[in-house]
């Protein structure tokens, strides 16, 4: 890294005494390996002494957790929001995160920062919530109004981060996966909403206005039907939870909720069952329709970003094979026609609390990367110095 | 920076030895804009030292290009190429770059290097390209036999680089442009083939296997038409000249080449009219379905990588506003539909030499942003250290 021996000891001091690394004991080496002079100290990511908040704002309910620095789950907490209006829901998740801290094993450490996952495109540098079709707002100042929830309480001067929740679950697949995590990552969300998170060069892709990723908004069909970003045909409205509950149902009984814990639950239990055990024809054929859906983004996903590695989370997971068989199908099936191996696709690490262990490892990731034009210009000339 | 005032120079004299760099006289000043001690010397780019050669590679014919540092083109030679043998078509194009070294501008100047643009996915690192279906090419390493066709010659020595052609374009774009450049910037180049380049953080985006931006082979209907990689209803085999060239003939005259040249040229003239100016009804109608085509495109471009900026370039934009405008349209439409705020669309800057021009910006943006892990983890710790 072109850093002295000096500087080193000084920067990994500096993480020491903050809580991020400890120094271990060596373990002992035979003679012949051994470099003359004092054998240096191994450091570690240290797991006991800090912790970071992560929460899930979805449709209908909240979910707080705390992780230690390497993903380990210390405390968990999950509820009703009502989202009729975005500083109530903001007051309530503060309630949660209150609570979560009255934690005994969370009074014990130092708790770093709070990130915030959304369903929708996020300002990452203001915490502005631009665009949440399923949320139905728009425009909210949503750190401000989380910062006025929490103030007075424990958590009042904590560093918040708020951003999209599939990039923030691509963060979780990515600070807590075991280096070197492959790249570019990307992160598929299947819920009532549809997106991707991605991360190429160690960072986030989020685009000029928080909105890249949105591939449950990319348009398969002109004259499809309506999505719920207002446009036509959008993958969403193909492969979202709301219109595959309706074509599992049929269309009469178009759904009247957006929650996606009340739509898996007014599907038929045979539905939860591998592909073989779903008995009704036609709900079977409606999954493989959907699944093969999935397999198309997935193609579309590889075409766009090229990722190494495609991690699939979500509530509509929880479907299983009879959907994600097809639609791993349907990639393997545009890869053998181009004759190229597809990237690798598995489920998310941490299945329904992926969003909001990912919101906690997003305060990692933005603690440890943070948001500068200086870092930026400081790596260019350091390249053109190289050069 | 965080650089010492001595450092800086140092780094400037080296600039300004190899020539990149010139010293300028300083503006005079008023008096009271004057700090104390020696005025500093103005730097600008040297536009009158250097030389960078671009060439692109299409499908009938090679551009060969040499171009200075600010993207002035110096000189400039096309030809026709045969692309049975890769082995062959390099030793045509070493063939064509040696003559353009004949030049006696670019005698004057020092040759930086070579960049190859070309059709198809490109690893950057080897300069193997591992599929270009519409050259019909697979695994060639194409930089190897372009070095062994050059041996001998006056490029022998000659750094090369191999890249995608829309990626060269979108760095033409980026390196080429005004800066601030706007970010992400995608390049979307639309002729036999359809790709995407596309610039974020000051870097090209290419993927694990460089298929990044592969925009053409997103699938758009799993039940469409077989296109050139071998999948079915990929964008290209909606929007590629050879299909747009056959929905404006009618289905029965199916396009017996892939040469855009002859694909443009077996189009009526009055398709190259503007809009209002297209008599055929049908012809229009299948113009403006393929704008509408296009549109779609650019509204999944702009859901994935959010770019500020989306660039048109390539042999279709020929057929100018009566399939462009359309296009945009569409656009326009989508963005209404969701309440949005569109990227900025325009035409490319150096226009069919787009891909040349681009090959020349890569040795620039290569030179001066050498790809390295080194860099990589040196950037990284800066970040830390700063948090």
């Excluded at 080496?29 to 450091?43: N, S, V, W």
């Excluded at 592909?275 to 983004?297: C, F, P, S």
Aim: charged share 20%; with cysteine; proline share 7%.
């Amino acid at each position: 890294m072109g850093l002295t021996k000096s500087t080193i000891s000084l920067l990994s001091q500096e993480l020491i005494e903050e809580g991020w690394l400890v120094e271990v004991e060596a373990e002992p080496q035979p003679l012949q390996a051994r470099g003359t002079g004092r054998p240096p100290t191994p450091l570690m990511l240290d797991e006991h002494r800090l912790a970071f908040i992560g929460v899930d704002l979805g449709l209908a309910s909240a979910t707080v957790v705390a992780t230690n620095l390497v993903g380990k789950i210390l405390a968990e907490h999950s509820g009703p929001v009502d989202i009729a209006s975005p500083a109530q829901t903001c007051e309530r998740v503060a309630m949660m995160v209150h609570a979560l801290l009255e934690d005994p094993e969370l009074r014990r450490r130092g708790v770093v920062g709070l990130g915030l996952g959304v369903p929708g495109a996020v300002d990452e540098r203001t915490g502005m919530l631009r665009f949440a079709p399923n949320l139905g707002w728009k425009g909210v100042p949503l750190r401000d109004l989380l910062r006025d929830a929490l103030a007075g309480g424990p958590a009042a001067q904590l560093p918040l981060y708020v951003q999209n929740d599939a990039d923030v679950a691509a963060l979780g697949e990515f600070e807590f996966g075991e280096p070197p995590v492959s790249e570019p990552l990307v992160f598929l969300g299947l819920g009532t909403g549809v997106g991707a998170g991605i991360v190429v060069n160690d960072r986030l892709l989020t685009g000029a206005g928080g909105f890249a990723g949105e591939i449950g908004h990319t348009v398969l069909d002109a004259q499809g039907p309506r999505c719920s970003c207002g446009r036509r045909g959008c993958a969403e409205a193909f492969v979202g939870l709301a219109a595959l509950v309706q074509a599992v149902l049929g269309q009469d009984s178009a759904p009247v909720t957006r929650d996606p814990a009340m739509l898996l639950r007014s599907l038929p239990a045979s539905v939860f069952a591998t592909g073989q055990a779903v008995h009704d024809e036609a709900i079977g054929a409606a999954l493989e329709r959907a699944g093969h859906y999935i397999g198309l983004l997935l193609q579309n996903l590889w075409a766009a970003f090229d990722p190494a590695l495609i991690v699939l989370g979500g509530p509509t997971c929880e479907l299983g094979e009879s959907l994600l068989g097809p639609a791993r199908e349907r990639l393997a099936h545009y890869a053998e026609a181009a004759g190229l191996q597809p990237p690798l696709v598995r489920q998310a690490r941490f299945g329904r609390l992926a969003h909001a262990v990912g919101a906690a490892a997003a305060v990692i990731h933005y603690q440890v990367r943070p948001l500068s034009d200086a870092t930026q210009q400081a790596s260019s000339m350091i390249a053109a110095d190289a050069g």
